[in-house]
């Protein structure tokens, strides 16, 4: 069928620089887009695939007839199947994050620990340009960068072992998806929280993007993600001007005064990232260009988890409350 030949033809489009013959892991919720990419990877010739289901322990029976879902679907097609569990609301309790913070993180751990169990490189997830719109405007409501625009990038790592997330239909829209699944004739769960408005990206996906849609006479969606592919390409050619300084165990508080704003806070966001165990955000970086760039004010302030920015003799390093 012509709809589906051009689907796939993209999708190999996508997927051309991973040879067919990579071990992979394919994160599969049993929802319409993962089983769309389970499918594709199959018309795509993908010889070692292992499917990876993982079960958060929010939605009961229904998720567990999910888990079922995908055990089956598995085994019909004849690949491994990988099956986790967490407690998803027990750990948002514990470390006082939302839920979907607290599930995306056990999600993570678990696909990781799977793929070091398969030998798999890289691990494929099935996020689409809605996502990606979500993702552009969550992070444009609050404040963020390009780095925030562009979070839901098309390859990125995992961890710091090398395992590396492809994200292969980030090109297509939910209704490309949809129509390819009913051309196929696949079947796949429908998971009712994604019609909850209790989400912040619910609600986007549900009111802010059909408003956006209705106040532009067009669907935002394409072009959103397009724009955040060109994005995502700049902001990569801007973080490589500063990787050779944000290496440095210091900085020279002279060379950054002479920078631009932009390229102090991109500098400093970076080597905060290198030399400091949290992910700094937007305050964190400008106490940290006020300090670097002040004569006057305190020499030191405090970061996560004990440690210390410091600034000496033209200097700003960091230090370890065990420091001296």
Request: net charge positive.
């Amino acid at each position: 069928m012509k709809g589906e030949e051009n689907l796939l033809g993209r999708f190999l489009t996508a997927v051309a620089d991973i040879p067919p013959s990579t071990s992979a892991l394919v994160a599969v919720s049993g929802g319409c887009d993962s089983v769309v990419l389970l499918d594709l990877l199959r018309l795509a010739k993908f010889q070692s695939l292992t499917v990876a289901h993982f079960h958060h322990g929010l939605r009961g029976a229904e998720a567990t007839a999910d888990s079922a879902f995908v055990a089956e679907l598995s085994q019909r097609y004849r690949l491994p199947c990988l099956q986790g569990r967490g407690h998803t609301r027990a750990r948002a309790a514990r470390r006082k994050q939302s839920l979907e913070q607290a599930a995306r993180e056990l999600r993570r751990a678990f696909l990781a620990k799977s793929a070091k169990k398969r030998g798999a490189t890289i691990i494929f997830l099935a996020h689409h340009a809605g996502d990606v719109a979500e993702t552009m405007l969550f992070h444009l409501a609050r404040g963020g960068g390009l780095r925030g625009l562009t979070s839901l990038r098309s390859t990125a790592p995992l961890d710091a072992t090398g395992l590396v997330l492809i994200r292969p239909l980030l090109g297509f829209t939910r209704g490309e998806i949809e129509d390819h699944a009913k051309l196929r004739r696949l079947g796949f769960r429908q998971d009712e929280s994604n019609f909850s408005r209790a989400h912040t990206r619910n609600r986007l996906r549900l009111d802010a993007l059909p408003a956006l849609t209705t106040a532009i006479g067009h669907d935002p969606i394409p072009p959103m993600a397009r724009a955040a592919e060109i994005l995502e390409a700049e902001d990569d050619w801007l973080e490589s001007l500063v990787a050779e300084d944000a290496a440095q165990a210091e900085l020279t508080t002279s060379s950054l005064r002479r920078m631009p704003v932009a390229r102090q806070r991109r500098l400093l966001r970076a080597w905060l990232r290198e030399q400091a165990p949290a992910e700094p955000n937007f305050a964190t970086i400008e106490r940290a260009r006020n300090l670097a760039l002040s004569t006057t004010a305190p020499a030191k302030i405090n970061l996560a988890q004990g440690q210390h920015l410091r600034r000496r003799a033209g200097k700003i390093f960091i230090q370890s409350a065990a420091t001296p």
